[in-house]
């Protein structure tokens, strides 16, 4: 088991090893603030772990490619979710060393930012309930399939 527990790039990790087969791969929700906001120990110490060997082998239900986002697109059974911030979708912020091509979204996609699934304080996910109904509002709907940029 893997657990991944800083920030976003937290989840980046967890797709990237599932992506790439390794399906014991989690997030720690709240992450690192919440666990040291809870009182569990820190240390500064390397930990070491025996090694092993892990053969990647593409799990090719976490991706969607170019070639398959344009045959989607438009397709009302698949929802494209841009998790951006709003400004970034609208293309009313620009976000420095990014290219300008990241600045606008892809046509039928919808908007959700996902800091809006966690709650600002404990840096933990909403109730399912909270989350549920956020995706809903936006038009991230349970029977489609779901494409997340």
Known sequence: MVVAYDGVQAGMVVWAL????????????GGITKWAADSWPQTKEPSSYPSVTFSAKLAPAEYCSLSQAKV????????FWDVRAPEEYTGARTIANLSPDRHGHMPNAV???????????????????????????????PEAEIVTY
């Not at 599932?18 to 929700?29: C, E, I, M, V």
Request: charged share 30%; proline share 2%; glycine share 10%.
């Open 111 to 141: 908007n959700l930012d996902w800091n809006e699934l966690f709650d600002p304080d404990t840096k933990t996910m909403k109730s399912a309930a909270e989350c549920r109904g956020l995706l809903l509002a936006r038009g991230v709907k």
């Open 72 to 79: 989607f697109n438009g397709d009302g059974s698949v929802v």
């Open 18 to 29: 599932r992506h790439f087969g390794h399906r014991q791969a989690k997030f720690l929700d």
